[in-house]
């Protein structure tokens, strides 16, 4: 019997894919700022300025917790079948 | 077991694939599972450095250190000596003449390598990078350091050098 999101994905066999793109791009983007925090903090933090690497660690866990969050819309992995 | 063609590989089983290509895909999935961990971990890293920067404040220097002699480094000099703290740090004391003495950390605040004072340049080398400073002040004249070098205060009593921290 095929459900709803059977037949979706098989009439839109390109949207997992476009969604994990989409993920995948995000977490990129993420991981990037959260490098340059991590850079610019060393950089600065080793002389007495505080409030940047307060102010980095703090963006640096909001990043952290939205591509946390964003796993959520993983899609599920296609189930191999076993063959004949 | 059941022939039935359609039920699925066991999860056990997904993990050791027969096929080579199988065995080196992998799959998008654990490629962005793996950018989360290390967002998490970049994430950490940053709040420690937080962390350790509260917990850990660096102390300034307390008191004053005899260093040497004024007769010992002549104009134009520069001495060498350490300090020992939470971590011994390398020091330069400079002669620039005229009764004009300084006292700076050696380490470049680019990638700490070890500067010194060319008198023949009037100027703080760093030769890794030619990195250069100013002598009275510390401060950077040219090159890729980001930070002036911290100082130290020097004083003389009765043909004794000595440094303290400076004053703000
Ligand atoms: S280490 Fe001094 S200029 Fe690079």
């Known amino acids: 019997m095929s459900d709803f999101r059977q037949s979706q994905n098989e009439a839109h066999p390109n949207k997992t894919n476009t969604l994990m793109t989409g993920i995948i791009f995000l977490l990129i983007l993420f991981v990037t700022i959260q490098i340059w925090f991590l850079f610019g903090t060393l950089n600065n933090a080793l002389q007495e300025n505080l409030n940047f690497a307060i102010t980095t660690a703090v963006g640096s866990l909001v990043f952290a917790f939205a591509s946390f969050w964003l796993m959520k819309y993983l899609p599920e992995p296609i189930k191999r079948k076993m063959k004949k | 077991m059941s022939k039935d063609p359609n039920s699925e590989i066991p999860k056990w089983k997904q993990d050791f694939p027969i096929e080579q290509k199988e065995a080196t895909h992998v799959s998008r999935r654990e490629f962005a599972k793996f950018l989360t961990l290390l967002s998490g971990a970049l994430a950490v890293g940053n709040t420690a450095i937080v962390v350790k920067s509260l917990a850990f404040p660096e102390k300034p220097l307390e008191g004053e250190h005899a260093i040497c002699m004024e007769s010992e480094v002549r104009e134009g000099d520069s001495f060498m000596f ?84 400076q004053q703000s």
């Open chain 2, 82 to 165: 350490e300090i020992e703290g939470s971590k011994t740090i390398p020091y330069l004391l400079i002669n620039l003449g005229n009764g004009e003495w300084r006292a700076f950390e050696q380490k470049c605040t680019h990638l700490s390598c070890a500067v010194k004072y060319r008198h023949d340049l009037g100027q703080i080398e760093c030769p890794c990078h030619k990195g250069y400073f100013n002598p009275r002040t510390g401060d950077v004249i040219q090159g890729p350091p980001p930070r002036r070098l911290p100082q130290l205060e020097v004083v003389i009593r009765e043909g004794q050098v000595f440094v303290k921290a």
